[in-house]
């Protein structure tokens, strides 16, 4: 008979030593809490990168770094972004929150999970052990062909971080798959599965098809450059462009893997703060299951001025994407519409990254127009571009979710008036450094050059850039001061602050080590809001006893027992017979 009352399967090991506990745990609350920790150390280290290369570009001339180093400047800050940051940051709030959304005592195959995670680091370690050996990878976040061809042993490490954290990337997919489709709450129909997790779904589904293609293409390079085949080399008989090919495959996917979990962040937190259900979910589905399709069916809008791809057929479905990318807004801006909106950080961050992911759109648009892109291919527009979609978008996406889900993490709330304090710093130092590289990209300054000449206004626009990048190094020491404060703070924080609707707060504050000691019968996409606000009939009997745990009143480690939520669960006819943790029946 189903049941919802889940009894910790192990004993926590008190005997051993807290290093000791994290070295080895496959919790994925704690793998999460690691996954987003090395991730902000990994961000911290490539903002310092960039703010290398701002103080370099603020004024023309070289002043303080010569042009190789440049060269593994911003190959590495692009490649730590990506890879290091973006990617383990939304794995790692995915890998704390997605089990928990989905009412289950822990992902698919804990092990590997933390297998997934350990080799972030280690990714990491490859990448920049690349100083070690007399230089760092050089040739840009791309690695064209035939300039990835030559460069020294960085580029073979750059290779090998690249295989191994692509490897990390496809076993994480693996288990988010298999704890989505698997894992599931009685109840928890596809349909009401909270809109992070389907993000998180379609990334994953991203990842398993995208990550395999470019792995190859890192292996080709690597035989080329160590065993002398020449799969990209012109000299001998290889093609190049056969390498941007494989690239972009893979490339122009991931930056829907990088965005896609930053709309899932932004789509729960928009109705809670505006009290009221999403507007649209099915469309919104649709739109996030489209994007991802059509995601495949672009990669050559990277290469329009290689003159050897069919330019209609790319630029048509470019422009395709922005249909189910404008739904979302629609999504958006109609469950903000007669809201009733409270504005604090979560909703800021949101209301920033809808604002900000605007423009990325729209620059991004103006790139999709060939005669355009030939203009400006390979300018400061493209920088603009990408880091209005990054940092507006992905950055943003983030720090909303970290305020929204902080409280559930640590326990404790994070303080309101540096948040706002933060945003302002990152929103105008965001629009500082990266609306004047537009200007510049249409006047034709190139991207990836040291140096560049005094024309008119490019000096001062080059110098506004630079404090913009000033301003959001400057706004990371509100939130790191936010979050020292608060970490030294008592856990006062309510199981449920923000009165949201998933099940990530219908348990305590952290969770337990076994997450759930009872769940809310699933009938809707939001079934804590059901749970609070209409509790009438079979709902009613699990309010009180449920309400002990969410009030945080019941004394820790001893599950309030549930024999009335029990019963409506096994006469419900929508649940399943399971065991959250268990086998799970999915719709
Ligand atoms: C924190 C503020 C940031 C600043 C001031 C900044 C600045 C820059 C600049 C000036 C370049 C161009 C270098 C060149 O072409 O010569 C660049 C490249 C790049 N940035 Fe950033 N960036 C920031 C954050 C980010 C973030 C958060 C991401 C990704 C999530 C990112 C991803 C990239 C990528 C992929 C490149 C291209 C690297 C390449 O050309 O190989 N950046 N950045
Ligand atoms: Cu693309």
């Given at each position: 008979m189903a049941t919802t009352t889940l009894a910790p399967r192990a004993t926590t090991y008190r005997g051993r030593a807290w290093i000791y506990e994290w070295l080895t745990t496959t919790d994925h609350k704690k793998i999460g809490a690691m996954y987003i920790t090395t991730a902000f150390l990994f961000f911290l280290l490539g903002g310092i990168f960039a703010l290398v290369i701002r103080s370099e570009l603020a004024v023309p001339g070289v002043q303080f770094v010569d042009p190789e180093t440049y060269n593994q400047l911003f190959t590495i800050h692009g490649t730590t972004m990506i890879f290091l940051f973006v990617m383990p940051m939304m794995t790692g709030l995915a890998n704390y929150i997605v089990p928990l959304q989905v009412g289950s005592a822990d992902m698919a195959f804990p092990r590997?999970?933390?297998?997934?995670?350990?080799?972030?680091?280690?990714?990491?370690?490859?990448?920049?052990?690349?100083?070690?050996?007399?230089?760092?990878?050089?040739?840009?976040?791309?690695?064209?062909?035939?300039?990835?061809?030559?460069?020294?042993?960085?580029?073979?490490?750059?290779?090998?971080?690249?295989?191994?954290?692509?490897?990390?990337?496809?076993?994480?997919?693996?288990?988010?798959?298999?704890?989505?489709?698997?894992?599931?709450?009685?109840?928890?129909?596809?349909?009401?599965?909270?809109?992070?997790?389907?993000?998180?779904?379609?990334?994953?589904?991203?990842?398993?098809?995208?990550?395999?293609?470019?792995?190859?293409?890192?292996?080709?390079?690597?035989?080329?450059?160590?065993?002398?085949?020449?799969?990209?080399?012109?000299?001998?008989?290889?093609?190049?462009?056969?390498?941007?090919?494989?690239?972009?495959?893979?490339?122009?996917?991931?930056?829907?893997?990088?965005?896609?979990?930053?709309?899932?962040?932004?789509?729960?937190?928009?109705?809670?703060?505006?009290?009221?259900?999403?507007?649209?979910?099915?469309?919104?589905?649709?739109?996030?299951?489209?994007?991802?399709?059509?995601?495949?069916?672009?990669?050559?809008?990277?290469?329009?001025?290689?003159?050897?791809?069919?330019?209609?057929?790319?630029?048509?479905?470019?422009?395709?994407?922005?249909?189910?990318?404008?739904?979302?807004?629609?999504?958006?801006?109609?469950?903000?519409?007669?809201g009733k909106l409270s504005i604090k950080s979560p909703m800021l961050f949101s209301l920033g990254f809808i604002a900000l992911f605007l423009i990325g759109g729209l620059d991004g648009a103006f790139l999709a127009v060939v005669p355009f892109d030939f203009h400006v291919q390979d300018t400061y527009w493209v920088v603009s571009h990408l880091h209005y979609v990054l940092v507006a978008g992905a950055v943003f996406g983030i720090f909303a979710g970290l305020f929204y889900w902080f409280p559930k993490i640590t326990?404790?709330?994070?303080?309101?008036?540096?948040?706002?304090?933060?945003?302002?710093?990152?929103?105008?130092?965001?629009?500082?450094?990266?609306?004047?590289?537009?200007?510049?990209?249409?006047?034709?300054?190139?991207?990836?050059?040291?140096?560049?000449?005094?024309?008119?206004?490019?000096?001062?626009?080059?110098?506004?850039s630079t404090i913009g990048a000033f301003m959001i190094a400057i706004s990371v020491v509100p939130f790191l001061w936010n979050v020292f404060i608060t970490l030294r703070k008592p856990r006062t924080a309510p199981d449920d602050p923000w009165d949201a609707y998933t099940l990530e707060w219908a348990t305590t504050s952290p969770p337990p080590s076994y997450n759930f000691d009872a769940l809310p019968p699933v009938r809707s996409e939001r079934p804590l809001f059901d749970l609070k606000h209409r509790a009438d009939g079979a709902h009613a009997a699990a309010v009180p006893a449920?309400?002990?745990?969410?009030?945080?009143?019941?004394?820790?480690?001893?599950?309030?027992?549930?024999?009335?939520?029990?019963?409506?669960?096994?006469?419900?006819?929508?649940?399943?017979?399971?065991?959250?943790?268990?086998?799970?029946?999915?719709?």
């Amino acid at each position: 008979m189903a049941t919802t009352t889940l009894a910790p399967r192990a004993t926590t090991y008190r005997g051993r030593a807290w290093i000791y506990e994290w070295l080895t745990t496959t919790d994925h609350k704690k793998i999460g809490a690691m996954y987003i920790t090395t991730a902000f150390l990994f961000f911290l280290l490539g903002g310092i990168f960039a703010l290398v290369i701002r103080s370099e570009l603020a004024v023309p001339g070289v002043q303080f770094v010569d042009p190789e180093t440049y060269n593994q400047l911003f190959t590495i800050h692009g490649t730590t972004m990506i890879f290091l940051f973006v990617m383990p940051m939304m794995t790692g709030l995915a890998n704390y929150i997605v089990p928990l959304q989905v009412g289950s005592a822990d992902m698919a195959f804990p092990r590997i999970n933390a297998l997934s995670f350990w080799m972030v680091p280690f990714g990491g370690l490859l990448l920049f052990s690349g100083y070690a050996v007399g230089g760092a990878a050089n040739a840009g976040w791309t690695g064209y062909a035939p300039l990835s061809e030559q460069g020294g042993a960085g580029i073979d490490l750059w290779i090998a971080s690249l295989v191994l954290l692509g490897m990390s990337s496809v076993l994480g997919a693996i288990n988010f798959i298999a704890t989505i489709f698997k894992m599931r709450a009685p109840g928890m129909t596809l349909m009401r599965m909270p809109m992070f997790v389907w993000n998180t779904l379609v990334t994953s589904v991203l990842l398993l098809f995208s990550i395999p293609v470019v792995t190859s293409g890192l292996m080709m390079l690597f035989i080329d450059r160590n065993y002398g085949a020449g799969f990209f080399d012109p000299s001998q008989g290889g093609n190049p462009i056969l390498w941007q090919h494989v690239f972009w495959f893979f490339g122009h996917p991931e930056v829907y893997i990088l965005i896609l979990p930053a709309f899932g962040i932004v789509t729960e937190i928009v109705p809670v703060f505006s009290r009221k259900p999403l507007f649209g979910y099915k469309a919104f589905v649709l739109a996030t299951a489209a994007i991802g399709a059509l995601g495949f069916t672009v990669w050559a809008h990277h290469m329009f001025t290689t003159g050897a791809v069919y330019l209609p057929f790319f630029s048509f479905f470019t422009f395709l994407i922005a249909v189910p990318t404008g739904i979302k807004f629609f999504n958006w801006l109609g469950t903000m519409w007669r809201g009733k909106l409270s504005i604090k950080s979560p909703m800021l961050f949101s209301l920033g990254f809808i604002a900000l992911f605007l423009i990325g759109g729209l620059d991004g648009a103006f790139l999709a127009v060939v005669p355009f892109d030939f203009h400006v291919q390979d300018t400061y527009w493209v920088v603009s571009h990408l880091h209005y979609v990054l940092v507006a978008g992905a950055v943003f996406g983030i720090f909303a979710g970290l305020f929204y889900w902080f409280p559930k993490i640590t326990g404790r709330m994070l303080d309101e008036r540096l948040a706002v304090w933060q945003f302002w710093l990152l929103f105008i130092g965001t629009n500082l450094a990266f609306f004047p590289m537009h200007l510049l990209g249409l006047d034709g300054m190139i991207r990836r050059i040291v140096d560049y000449a005094a024309n008119p206004g490019w000096t001062e626009l080059n110098f506004l850039s630079t404090i913009g990048a000033f301003m959001i190094a400057i706004s990371v020491v509100p939130f790191l001061w936010n979050v020292f404060i608060t970490l030294r703070k008592p856990r006062t924080a309510p199981d449920d602050p923000w009165d949201a609707y998933t099940l990530e707060w219908a348990t305590t504050s952290p969770p337990p080590s076994y997450n759930f000691d009872a769940l809310p019968p699933v009938r809707s996409e939001r079934p804590l809001f059901d749970l609070k606000h209409r509790a009438d009939g079979a709902h009613a009997a699990a309010v009180p006893a449920l309400a002990s745990t969410t009030q945080g009143e019941s004394t820790p480690g001893e599950p309030p027992a549930l024999p009335e939520s029990t019963e409506a669960h096994a006469t419900d006819a929508e649940a399943g017979t399971s065991e959250p943790g268990g086998e799970g029946k999915s719709k």
